[in-house]
């Protein structure tokens, strides 16, 4: 579905236009879960660690939550500081699935070019900041005149969307004030609402069940039709 910008768009003078990375961008919906298994074997090895399977199961996944913090306690490491060595063999590992050519961009992300002429445009992930320029990088995405990921570390886990902290630096980056995020995701129109922009919501094969709790300003089915509703 696209929607007419006219009647939906908040600000008909839009400066800058935001994306999303995983699923928008690069397709897939996110980091394979066995990149995070396999960053915690590494931090686990790298510490010295003996860890029982109970212990692991605790540890596992990708959250900083309490079980992750009661692993961490059973094993007399600080958690802020296991989680964030982590999060560091996280990134490293998803880099390297990246260079070997597992994740590739979607046919339609050559429709950003289109728009550098008339638009600042960033690129905003919860993904780690090193993936995120990485992708940029490998795919030469020079239209995107800024350029964030995450941090990795339990900071960097709290600012992620649908906190609307790494939207907020990207507008102010960017000099904006009417602005537009392009995602694929529910925290992705909540983070946009939270930050004043208009929310585009891109449909691919992972989200076509997905029901929004907040109307986006815009629905499309590919990147090639972001003109026509901004």
């Keep these: ?4 910008r006219k009647s939906t768009m908040s600000d008909p003078t839009q400066s800058f236009v935001l994306f999303d990375m995983d699923g928008v961008v690069l397709e897939g919906h996110g980091t394979d879960p ?13 510490a010295d660690l003996s860890v029982d399977a109970e212990t692991r199961t605790l540890l596992a996944g990708y959250e900083y939550d309490t079980e992750f913090i009661r692993g961490c306690d059973r094993l007399g490491v600080d958690p802020v500081e296991f989680y964030h060595r982590r999060e560091q063999h996280s990134a490293s590992h ?5 260079d070997a050519g597992h994740r590739t961009l979607y046919p339609d992300a050559d429709a950003i070019h289109r728009l550098d002429d008339e638009y600042a445009l960033g690129l905003v992930s919860n993904n780690y900041d090193a993936v995120t320029e ?17 941090d990795p570390g339990v900071g960097g886990f709290y600012r992620r969307k649908p906190n609307p902290h790494y939207l907020l630096t990207g507008r102010d980056a960017l000099d904006g004030s009417g602005g537009v995020y392009v995602g694929d995701r529910t925290t992705d129109v909540v983070a946009a609402t939270r930050a004043g922009l208009d929310a585009v919501f891109v449909r691919r094969d992972h989200n076509q069940d997905v029901s929004l709790p907040i109307t986006p300003t815009a629905e499309i089915a590919s990147l090639t039709e972001l003109p026509s509703v901004l």
């Excluded at 066995?34 to 790298?46: G, S």
């Design 1 to 4: 579905m696209v929607t007419d």
């Design 34 to 46: 066995a990149v995070h298994e396999q960053a915690l074997d590494d931090a686990i090895d790298a």
């Design 94 to 98: 998803a880099i390297d699935r990246l």
């Design 134 to 150: 990485f992708v940029v990088d490998r795919y030469d995405l020079t239209a995107f005149e800024y350029v964030r990921g995450r």
